[in-house]
C-alpha cells in the first residue's frame, strides 16, 4: 500500500528533517534581532527580560538548541579543558575528576576527558586533543610521559601536570609531598616496631612512585634497615594482589608493607587476610597513598598518606587559569605538604596520634 503526502507538506516535513533550527529563526518567530537570540545563550550578556521572555518561548516552540561548536568557531573559544586521566578503576582520579569540573564550571568552562585506558603507559594522540578545541590540558596520570606536556606546551597550549611532575620542569606541576610522604611512612614503620619491611612500587615509568621509593627507602637505611623488598603491582589491582601473594609466601615474609597508591594496599589487604589469614594492626601493617574514600570504610580501615586534594585541584585551576589569561607565565613546580592518617591496617604508635580534621593521624615526635 502506498501513500502520498501533498507536496507543499512533503517538502516541509522534508526541510524540517534536513535543516536544523537556526538562531535565525527564532529571532523571526519572536520578532528580535538575531544578536539578542545569541545574548540570551551567553552567559553574562545583557538581554532584557521582556526579550529574554520571547526568545525562550519561541525556541521552546521550534524546539532549538544553541549550537555552541559553532559559536566556538566564531569566537575561537570552546571553554573546554581537556582532562587526561588512565583507567577509571582508580578511585583517586575519580575524585580528581569530579572536583576539577566543578571548579572548572564554577568558571564557565566545561571538562572534557581524554582517557587513555587502551595503555595506560602511552600518551594520547596530540592532533585527537587539538581537533576538540580545547583550551588547556591538564595530565593526571601517573603513567604519562613528561614529551607529551612539553608537546602541549610548544604548541602554545596551556598545560598542567597533577600528581606527577617533570624532570626538567619545563612545564608546571601541581604534587603532593611525595618524598616527605615516603619518608614519614618509613618512620612509623620504624616506631611500631617492624622488622622485615616491603614496597609494591606503582608503574615503572611514574615518578611519583620513584619519589615516594626513594624517599621510604632512604628513611628506612637512615634508621639502619637494609633495602625493603620489592615488588611491582603497577597502579593496578591484580598485579598488586600477585606482589602481595610473592611477599608473603617469601621465607622472610614481611611485617610491614608500603604500597604506592590505596588501591594496591587494599589488593595488599585482600591477601594478607583472605588467603594467608593474617590480621592487620597485629600480623602485618599495610599502608598506602591516597586516602580515597574507600580507605575510611570500616571494613578495610586502610592507614595511608593523605593526599591534600582540595589543595591540589585549587591550585591546578590557579595556574590553568593563569596561563589562559597569560601563556608567558612562568612555569612552577607546587609542592603540597600532606598527613599520615592511621587506622587498623597498621600497628599502633605508642606516641605521635593526633586528631586532624575528625581523623586520626601521626606526626613524627620531635
Request: contains cysteine; hydrophobic residues 40%.
Amino acid at each position: 500500500m502506498s501513500f502520498f503526502l501533498p507536496s507543499k507538506v512533503s517538502k516541509a516535513m522534508t526541510e524540517s528533517v534536513r535543516r536544523p533550527v537556526t538562531a535565525h529563526d527564532v529571532a523571526r518567530l519572536a520578532g528580535v534581532s538575531q544578536s539578542a537570540v545569541s545574548r540570551t545563550y551567553t552567559k553574562g550578556a545583557s538581554v532584557a527580560p521582556k526579550t529574554r521572555e520571547k526568545v525562550e518561548a519561541a525556541a521552546a516552540e521550534l524546539g532549538y538548541r544553541p549550537n555552541f561548536v559553532a559559536r566556538s568557531l566564531i569566537t575561537r573559544r570552546s571553554n573546554l579543558i581537556g582532562v587526561v586521566v588512565p583507567s577509571m578503576a582508580n578511585p583517586f582520579y575519580s575524585e580528581v575528576l569530579e572536583r576539577l569540573s566543578k571548579a572548572f564550571e564554577a568558571l564557565s568552562y566545561r571538562v572534557l576527558l581524554f582517557s587513555t585506558v587502551s595503555n595506560e603507559d602511552s600518551d594520547p594522540i596530540l592532533e585527537e586533543v587539538l581537533r576538540h578545541r580545547v583550551e588547556a590540558v591538564i595530565l593526571v596520570s601517573a603513567s604519562l610521559s613528561s614529551h607529551f606536556a612539553e608537546e602541549c606546551k610548544m604548541t602554545g597550549l596551556p598545560v598542567v601536570l597533577l600528581n606527577r611532575k617533570n624532570d626538567d620542569e619545563t612545564v608546571s606541576s601541581v604534587t603532593s609531598d611525595n618524598v616527605a610522604g615516603g619518608s614519614i611512612i618509613a618512620d612509623y614503620l620504624v616506631a611500631t616496631a617492624h622488622k622485615s619491611l616491603a614496597f609494591i612500587a606503582g608503574a615503572e615509568s611514574s615518578s611519583t612512585s620513584r619519589d615516594r621509593e626513594r624517599s621510604f627507602t632512604r628513611g628506612l637505611i637512615s634508621h639502619g634497615y637494609p633495602v625493603p623488598m620489592r615488588e611491582s603491582g603497577n597502579y593496578n589491582f591484580q598485579d598488586a594482589m600477585d606482589s602481595a601473594r610473592r611477599l608473603l609466601s617469601a621465607s622472610n615474609r614481611p611485617d610491614g608493607i608500603f604500597c604506592a597508591n590505596d588501591l594496591m594496599a587494599i589488593a595488599a589487604l585482600n591477601v594478607a587476610t583472605r588467603e594467608f589469614g593474617l590480621i592487620p594492626g597485629r600480623d602485618i601493617s599495610i599502608i598506602g597513598f591516597d586516602n580515597i574514600a574507600m580507605a575510611s570504610w570500616p571494613i578495610i580501615g586502610l592507614t595511608t598518606y593523605m593526599q591534600p586534594m582540595a589543595q591540589l585541584v585549587r591550585r591546578t585551576v590557579d595556574v590553568i587559569t593563569a596561563q589562559l589569561q597569560n601563556l608567558a607565565t612562568p612555569s612552577i613546580q607546587e609542592v603540597l605538604p600532606g598527613t599520615l592518617i592511621v587506622r587498623e591496617s597498621a600497628r599502633l604508635p605508642a606516641t605521635g596520634l593526633v586528631e586532624v580534621d575528625g581523623m586520626t593521624a601521626w606526626k613524627p615526635p620531635v
